[in-house]
């Protein structure tokens, strides 16, 4: 197992290589730059040209990704032109924000996913399967814009429950609990809306596992030996079930840092997805590039996360 971990690390390498290569040449294909993403009327030729020498955008492809690539590897993924701050800055002061937003998202949706698709096989073709499956399929169907401004509509402007946006209420100074308790009531839509979005798949995923689990022959010898039928499905079966999820769980890692751009957009959630959105508007290459950058290591040892958990957990493979 160690030696294949190191070995994987090894290989990551190569591939990050590659992938910074392939996202610095496509934002170099890209037309224009921050200068004229920019679009002041009021700027002359020269001093375009000037701004542009010192950002260093006058420069040739090839040269600015070797600084780039060279400052990188230092830790240094350079300054956002957009926010006059390093780029791990910026990442910093936005990426847990959206971050606090996917875990809850992800706890609740795999919670219930769970317990839904256990209880749909369990009981299949019953009217418990039928609404579960009708309510997959409305998850599964409806866009996020649609779903958010629903509940928006419902229970932000006509009950009056959560407020419309934002991530706190404006000029509260109140106690630690306090200002925690109103990020909470900020967070309940958005949270809803991304649980909704998940669960659906997730779902439908682990009714289709258990489905196939339950027919196996040691659960009919498990039922034979007299075993409560609570037993059977949740020790027996269910283990079982969970082994081909957990691949699912090494790529939720750059899904919790890489934050939700709509659901973000529509609740005015200050994540680190609309950051990236603007950076990717307003041309603002380092911001990007780095961020970028950030979500392919984690996507990377998500994968691997992904291969060492099912290695652990089913003892038939044999990672070598």
């Known amino acids: 197992m160690k030696q294949y971990i190191i070995r994987r690390l090894l290989q990551i390498i190569p591939t990050l290589i590659g992938i910074s290569i392939i996202i610095f040449a496509i934002s170099s294909l890209v037309p224009g730059d921050y200068i004229t993403a920019v679009n002041n009327p009021t700027m002359t030729a020269e001093k375009a040209a000037q701004l542009r020498e010192i950002y260093g955008l006058d420069k040739p492809p090839v040269e600015r990704y070797l600084t780039w690539a060279g400052n990188m590897l230092k830790g240094n993924l350079g300054d956002s032109l957009v926010h006059k701050q390093p780029v791990t800055t910026v990442m910093n002061n936005y990426v847990w924000n959206s971050f606090f937003v996917a875990i809850f998202s992800l706890i609740f949706s795999w919670i219930i996913a769970t317990f839904a698709g256990v209880f749909s096989a369990r009981f299949q073709y019953s009217l418990f399967d039928k609404i579960v499956t009708l309510v997959i399929f409305l998850c599964m169907s409806l866009p996020s814009f649609f779903i958010g401004l629903l509940l928006i509509k419902f229970f932000a402007l006509d009950l009056g429950w959560f407020p419309v946006g934002g991530m706190k209420t404006s000029g509260m100074n109140g106690s630690t609990w306090d200002q925690l308790i109103d990020i909470a009531w900020h967070m309940a839509l958005p949270v809803t809306v991304l649980t909704m979005l998940s669960t659906g798949s997730l779902t439908r995923y682990f009714r289709t596992s258990m489905l196939e689990v339950i027919r196996q022959d040691y659960i009919r010898t498990a039922r034979a030996k007299g075993l409560k039928e609570r037993t059977v499905i949740f020790k027996h079966a269910l283990r079982n079930a969970m082994l081909p999820a957990i691949t699912l769980m090494g790529f939720e890692l750059p899904s919790l840092f890489g934050g939700a751009i709509i659901m973000e957009k529509i609740f005015i959630w200050p994540g680190v997805g609309q950051v990236y959105l ?23 040892l998500g994968n691997l996360l992904s291969d060492v958990l099912y290695g652990a957990a089913d003892p038939r493979i044999r990672l070598k």
């Open 278 to 300: 603007e950076s990717i508007n307003m041309r603002d290459y380092p911001f990007m590039l780095g961020f970028t950058v950030f979500i392919s290591v984690l996507t990377l």
